[in-house]
């Protein structure tokens, strides 16, 4: 009996460990532990300061003493997710605007940092359990605001980011306009944690699996402009990679989306049309190869952003997740919270890196597409030649 006991209290005491490690908490219980994580963190924040800090080291008038990007940017995106719950709340503002700053900084430490769930449950003091819910909320509050953050400019506000195609191209050739960049279309592609029963072969490059199974990673569309602001997003299967096509047919059935003289940029494989130039794919002489490299530098700003992007959001490198919604939802989280940093003035600087095993299949040409292409490569050539 004296043995058996022993073991039943062995296991309730392995229970209890188990249900506070995975048993989320009640609201009211959430409650008071968000609380206490961020007093606890804003307590040890004030003391690092305190104690880093030489007493008498006085304000700089250089901005040595400014609040660094990534704190403004962190509070700009607590105050618009704050805005977007507070309908007519007032009472108790003070502890749910403790329990944002909490959220906000828990799921960023997620996008940011290629960390388990573990370690952001020991950092934050909040079970892992509830680390799921915090995330999930977080990502659904910042998607809410997609349609304000990445959006399509029109009118005005598209003159005013436009380039021109070719520097010599900002004069004008007797009553001829020159050609405008609008943006750069292009895509990036995120692995995904293998299903069960799908184990990988380590001896292979992780990007050639897509050729094996090409549902486990997902294709993130991409439209930015030369400031690297993310103008459209579309996330898909890789199994459902359309290369553009949707967009290209909804510029096609909305002309005033793009003004007068301007086009997108896109790589080999996106469809040549009257709205979106793609480069030779074989060139026969000095004229198709001044286009191709004019298109390669315009090429290189969504390379650029795409590199940006992934090294602001470390957890872009891989998602741990077998569910497409779930990785969805994550990565237009990233998109939309990379154009509020830019906003609020964070930028982010990555290497680029050529995707591997990366397969580019020709895009579709269209007739109109390919004169506009020809009257612009003769264009080019003939002020590179004056």
């Known amino acids: 009996m004296e043995a058996g006991d022993c073991v039943v209290s062995a296991g309730r005491a392995v229970l209890d460990l188990l249900e506070r490690e995975w048993q989320p908490l009640s609201e009211v219980e959430l409650d008071q532990r968000l609380d206490q994580a961020v007093e606890d963190l804003l307590e040890a924040e004030l003391l690092k300061r305190f104690q880093t800090s030489p007493a008498s080291a006085p304000l700089r008038p250089d901005g040595a003493n400014r609040i660094p990007p990534s704190a403004r940017a962190d509070t700009h995106v607590a105050a618009l997710i704050e805005g977007t719950k507070a309908q007519g709340r007032m009472a108790g503002r003070a502890r749910l605007t403790l329990m944002q700053a909490l959220n906000v900084r828990l799921s960023l430490t997620l996008l940011r940092e290629r960390v388990s769930y573990r370690t952001v449950s020991t950092r934050f003091h909040v079970e892992k359990g509830n680390i799921h819910r915090i995330f999930s909320s977080f990502c659904q509050s910042v998607i809410a605001l997609a349609d304000q953050k990445i959006r399509w400019p ?168 077998a569910s497409f919604s779930r990785a969805k939802d994550i990565a237009v989280t990233a998109c939309v919270l990379h154009n509020v940093f830019l906003e609020a003035g964070e930028e982010a600087r990555g290497a680029e890196v050529e995707e591997e095993g990366h397969v580019c299949e020709p895009g579709e040409d269209s007739e109109e597409g390919v004169r506009t292409r020809d009257a612009i490569a003769q264009l080019l050539f003939r002020l590179k030649l004056s």
């Open 154 to 321: 029109i009118g005005q506000e598209a003159a005013e980011m436009m380039l021109p195609l070719y520097r010599l191209l900002e004069k004008k050739e007797g009553d001829e306009v020159s050609p405008l960049v609008l943006g750069v279309l292009g895509h990036t592609r995120i692995p995904l944690r293998l299903p069960a029963g799908k184990p990988l072969d380590l001896k292979q490059p992780s990007l050639k699996r897509t050729k094996l199974d090409p549902d486990s990673w997902i294709c993130v569309e991409l439209v930015c402009d030369h400031r690297g602001r993310l103008l459209h997003c579309q996330v898909s299967p890789g199994s459902e990679m359309d290369r553009g096509t949707g967009l290209s047919s909804k510029l096609r059935q909305n002309p005033e989306l793009m003004p007068p003289a301007s086009y997108l940029v896109a790589a080999t494989g996106y469809p040549l049309t009257a709205q979106i130039l793609t480069p030779y794919r074989t060139c026969q002489g000095p004229m198709e190869e001044l286009f191709n490299r004019t298109l390669q530098q315009h090429l290189r700003l969504l390379d650029q952003t795409v590199a940006g992007l992934k090294s602001m959001f470390k957890r872009l490198t891989c998602l741990d997740v």
